[in-house]
């Protein structure tokens, strides 16, 4: 079963535009982490925040985590072509390093 | 080190045959994972290595799947008696133990026809 979902399971925005995802998930967690997976390839991991921190920033990327309501957001800000892909939020919790994944946000970013 | 790699990218097998797949992970890490997508879902959980020892692994691991991970270098994922139902994108990971993110591979693509 996995862990966490997101919304939407789908975005199509103008190049330019703010994206921003939602992720939801069940349990208490140590981190979570966002990824991003091209259309047939592995993921790339984007952005870890830990349990303890409430926003992250990296390039156009911020996330925040609200642990009180077991959530957390990606933003991307002044989105390409290139960000096109699947977005995915993952998390583990106490010693285990394993991590669960939703089931994706896909975004397309029109030229 | 350039990254996680796994083979094949791609392999077709008719129902019934065995297949065995191949992840190198970074030489740095000690940690090692197997994860399994279909389309349109997030990658779902199998198994995971510390050095050579295989920690846990998932419900969704029948007795048609087995992984090794000898002298905790790269690993191997094989499936006996293939079904249709196998057919998915097989991804390996791996991360050192501060478990600081995931480094995937491409995955291996598997159709069973």
Redesign the interface.
């Given at each position: 079963s996995?862990q966490?979902e997101e919304d939407p399971q789908a975005l199509s925005i103008q190049e330019g535009e703010n994206a921003t995802m939602n992720c939801s998930y069940k349990t208490s967690i140590n981190?979570l982490?966002w990824?991003r997976q091209n259309s047939?390839?592995?993921?790339?991991?984007l952005i870890?925040i830990r349990s303890n921190e409430r926003e992250k920033h990296s390039g156009r990327l911020r996330v925040t985590l609200d642990t009180s309501k077991k959530s957390s957001s990606l933003l991307i800000t002044a989105s390409r072509a290139a960000d096109t892909a699947s977005y995915?939020c993952?998390t583990?919790s106490s010693n285990d390093?394993?991590?669960?994944?939703?089931?994706?946000t896909t975004v397309t970013v029109r030229a | 080190d350039t990254g996680v790699s796994q083979n094949p990218r791609h392999k077709i097998t008719k129902r019934g045959q065995n297949v065995t797949f191949r992840c190198d992970p970074i030489s740095e890490h000690n940690r090692l994972y197997w994860y399994r997508q279909t389309l349109g879902q997030g990658p779902e959980f199998l198994t995971y290595f510390q050095n050579e020892a295989q920690l846990e692994k998932s419900r969704l691991l029948s007795d048609r799947f087995s992984a090794e991970r000898p002298k905790g270098s790269f690993s191997t994922l094989e499936i006996q008696r293939t079904e249709q139902g196998d057919s998915a994108m097989y991804l390996c990971a791996s991360s050192s133990t501060q478990g600081y993110g995931y480094t995937f591979g491409s995955g291996t693509r598997l159709t069973v026809v």
């Open positions: 996995q966490g981190n982490q990824y047939g390839r592995g993921l790339v991991h870890l995915f993952a583990d390093y394993k991590l669960s994944f939703g089931a994706g | -």
